[in-house]
């Protein structure tokens, strides 16, 4: 899966000067702004006017982006992306003059790291039948097939915001609710208890490791499971009540 890195954006050499929102680059040149959200990323046309000289095309922006797996983001990167709205069919693709921008952004950025796809986004008329053009052309073509087509609903489907994706806890939790009714079973309170102390000291754990969302996702899965546990003892009942309120303490928000 790929995640936006705006990190990445803000650590590259041009970062100082060229980090725009995607959005301020889609009003500039189409003076609509296309993006739902806002996106970090560096301006390459602008970074290319501001050098003396003669300039040559570059991509439209850079956005930083990375791998993410067990809420972790890894091996940072550009990604190349051509904003291409006033297309309304694909006639006019310059196929060599897409080569010299993708080409020059490269040597622009280099030597940090470069993903190894580039996005060109149209308007949902256009990015299907762009699509086809590439992958006709990809089979003889070995840059045309690293080349992506696709409008802006496409382009949010293929990169996520890490901040909108649902935590992926580090435990088994459902494996912790089995646990919590075979020991209620097997040893009544007694055995309950030792678990549940245990994963308390877990989660306090968690939290001095400033791992909040895991305490929480635990916290939240236990309170669920005593509450469902078929008890017909007052005093159990009690307990249980009292042991509820301890583990909810550990919920955020």
Same mark, same amino acid.
């Given at each position: 899966?790929? #995640?936006?890195?705006?990190?990445?954006?803000?650590?590259?050499? =041009?970062?100082?000067?060229? +980090?725009? &929102?995607?959005?301020?680059?889609?009003?500039?040149?189409?003076?609509?702004?296309?993006?739902?959200?806002?996106?970090?990323?560096? !301006?390459? *046309?602008?970074?290319?006017?501001?050098?003396?000289?003669?300039?040559?095309?570059?991509?439209? +922006?850079?956005?930083? @982006?990375?791998? %993410?797996?067990?809420?972790?983001?890894?091996?940072?990167?550009?990604?190349?992306?051509?904003? $291409?709205?006033? %297309?309304?069919?694909t006639q006019n693709f &310059?196929?060599?003059?897409?080569?010299?921008? #993708?080409?020059?952004?490269?040597?622009?950025?280099?030597?940090?790291? @470069?993903?190894?796809? +580039?996005?060109?986004?149209?308007?949902?008329? #256009?990015?299907?039948?762009?699509?086809?053009?590439?992958?006709?052309?990809?089979?003889?073509?070995?840059?045309?097939?690293?080349?992506?087509?696709?409008?802006?609903?496409?382009?949010?489907?293929? /990169?996520?915001?890490?901040?909108?994706l649902p935590y992926?806890?580090?435990?088994? =939790?459902?494996?912790? /609710?089995?646990? @919590?009714?075979?020991?209620?079973?097997?040893?009544?309170?007694?055995?309950?208890?030792?678990?549940?102390?245990?994963?308390?000291?877990?989660?306090?754990?968690?939290?001095?490791?400033?791992?909040?969302?895991?305490? !929480?996702?635990?916290?939240?899965?236990? /309170?669920?499971?005593?509450?469902?546990? *078929?008890?017909? *003892?007052?005093?159990?009942?009690?307990?249980?009540?009292? $042991?509820?309120?301890?583990?909810?303490?550990?919920?955020?928000?």
């Amino acid at each position: 899966m790929l #995640v936006y890195c705006p990190e990445f954006t803000n650590q590259s050499k =041009l970062a100082p000067d060229y +980090v725009m &929102d995607i959005n301020e680059i889609s009003f500039r040149d189409y003076k609509r702004a296309y993006f739902p959200e806002a996106l970090l990323c560096l !301006d390459l *046309d602008a970074y290319e006017a501001s050098c003396s000289g003669n300039n040559d095309a570059t991509m439209d +922006v850079a956005t930083g @982006i990375s791998d %993410y797996e067990n809420n972790h983001k890894a091996s940072p990167r550009h990604l190349l992306v051509e904003l $291409r709205f006033g %297309y309304r069919s694909t006639q006019n693709f &310059d196929l060599n003059n897409m080569k010299r921008k #993708v080409a020059h952004s490269k040597s622009i950025l280099s030597p940090e790291r @470069i993903h190894e796809r +580039v996005a060109f986004i149209y308007t949902p008329e #256009v990015a299907p039948r762009a699509r086809n053009f590439f992958s006709r052309l990809a089979k003889a073509d070995h840059e045309v097939g690293t080349w992506d087509a696709m409008d802006v609903e496409g382009f949010r489907n293929n /990169v996520y915001d890490a901040t909108q994706l649902p935590y992926q806890p580090e435990n088994d =939790l459902e494996a912790i /609710v089995d646990a @919590i009714n075979k020991k209620y079973i097997e040893g009544g309170l007694e055995t309950l208890d030792i678990l549940l102390k245990y994963w308390i000291d877990q989660m306090h754990q968690y939290n001095l490791k400033y791992k909040h969302a895991e305490s !929480d996702a635990i916290a939240r899965k236990i /309170v669920d499971a005593l509450q469902t546990l *078929d008890i017909k *003892d007052s005093f159990e009942k009690e307990y249980i009540v009292l $042991r509820i309120d301890d583990i909810k303490s550990f919920i955020q928000g």
